[in-house]
Nanobody, 125 residues
């Protein structure tokens, strides 16, 4: 599976932005899809995930209520709708995929074996 993320850019605090990640290959619906982010000088952190086979979604506490992950299996695409953006959301955002990922591991980066190239979101105050 190859992942291609897009949608990053420069926004102001309070703005919204939608990221997209399109996947190549077949059997898209067997993958848990996630977004991680990495701010300058910080470790990569989990943002949100969409579980395979169900409508279950998971969010980090820092984005819960502001960000929404969704997927379109027919288009092999996962989205991250980001609302009420804040300067601390500034980071490179990565999409990731893992097939048949156990529910206990959705927030752990090392369990994802496919990664997109990242798209930079900069939020100015």
């Amino acid at each position: 599976v190859q992942l291609q993320a897009s949608g990053g850019g420069l926004v102001q605090a309070g703005d919204s932005r939608r990221l997209s990640c399109i996947a190549s290959g077949r059997s898209f619906n067997i993958y848990t899809l996630a977004w991680f982010r990495q701010a300058p000088g910080k470790d990569r952190e989990f943002v949100a995930a969409s579980r395979y086979g169900t409508s279950a979604t998971y969010y980090s506490d820092s984005v819960k209520g502001r960000f929404t992950i969704s997927r379109d299996n027919a288009k092999n695409t996962v989205y991250l709708q980001m609302d009420s953006l804040q300067p601390e959301d500034t980071a490179v955002y990565y999409c990731a995929a893992a097939s048949f990922l156990h529910d206990d591991y959705y927030y752990i980066a090392r369990y994802y074996n496919f990664w997109g190239q990242g798209t930079l979101v900069t939020v100015s105050s």
